[in-house]
């Protein structure tokens, strides 16, 4: 069966500091991956997804980036945090089918400070 | 008009109750619909697909409208367990295909003994 792992599972972190949360896919192969943020009381917004290895497409502007190094490896960073990246963290993987389900991580709740 | 619009709540209700829950779509292209439950401080988890036709898992019911662009989820005998966020999921099919799901930002159930 299919499972998602990220760490770290929490994270403070002051202003201005550099950001790394990866996240691993097992037990499928060339997954899509995608990094959501949900902020307090705030629905989920999506910031990045990957279709395959190198292929990245941001939905979002902001000072975050994403990479996808491996086929079930998908790496959420910042060179320098900001007050309003707190939040939580959420990686999902789903197969391209008719139906598209995605199924999510246990998540990175980020704090900065 | 918000991407997925749903009333927050909370809805309480006593156990062995039924609870319904609606929501509202814009995108008229939309192919896929989920429902997904959000505990607190935890991952979004699939809780069920929505079929043209309507579907049913155990004590869940997920209908669809896609006239009205309108999508239901019923629950009878509610457990203490259902307690929860409970996320409408609608396929975008934007200009990232068929990959993004937009998520509305939830409506709380609270069941009470």
């Known amino acids: 069966s299919q499972t998602i792992h990220q760490w770290p599972a929490t994270l403070v972190q002051p202003v201005g500091s550099p950001l790394s949360l990866e996240c691993t896919v097992e037990g499928t192969s060339n997954p899509n991956l995608y990094w959501y943020r949900q902020a307090a009381g705030r629905g989920l917004q999506l910031l990045f997804y990957s279709v395959g290895i190198g292929q990245i497409s941001s939905e979002v502007p902001q000072n975050l980036s994403a990479s996808r190094p491996q086929d079930r490896q998908f790496i959420l960073s910042s060179k320098k945090l900001l007050l309003s990246d707190s939040g939580f963290y959420l990686c999902?993987?789903?197969?391209?089918?008719?139906?598209?389900?995605?199924?999510f991580g246990p998540g990175t709740r980020l704090t900065v400070l | 008009r918000k991407e997925v619009e749903q009333d927050p709540g909370p809805f309480n209700v006593p156990e062995g109750a039924t609870v319904a829950f609606n929501c509202t779509y814009s995108?008229?292209?939309?192919?896929?619909f989920f429902w997904y439950r959000q505990d607190c401080r935890k991952e979004p988890k699939l809780l069920m697909s929505?079929?043209?036709s309507g579907n049913e898992d155990g004590r869940f019911t997920a209908q669809l409208n896609r006239a009205s662009q309108y999508i239901s989820l019923l629950i009878r005998d509610s457990k203490l367990s259902d307690s929860a966020t409970y996320l409408c999921?609608?396929?975008?099919?934007?200009?990232?295909?068929?990959?993004?799901?937009?998520f509305g930002k939830g409506t709380k159930l609270s069941v009470i003994p």
């Open positions: 999921v609608v396929n975008g099919n934007s200009g990232a295909g068929s990959y993004q799901l937009t």
């Open positions: 999902a993987w789903s197969t391209v089918g008719s139906y598209n389900e995605q199924f």
């Open positions: 995108n008229s292209a939309s192919q896929s």
């Open positions: 929505v079929y043209s």
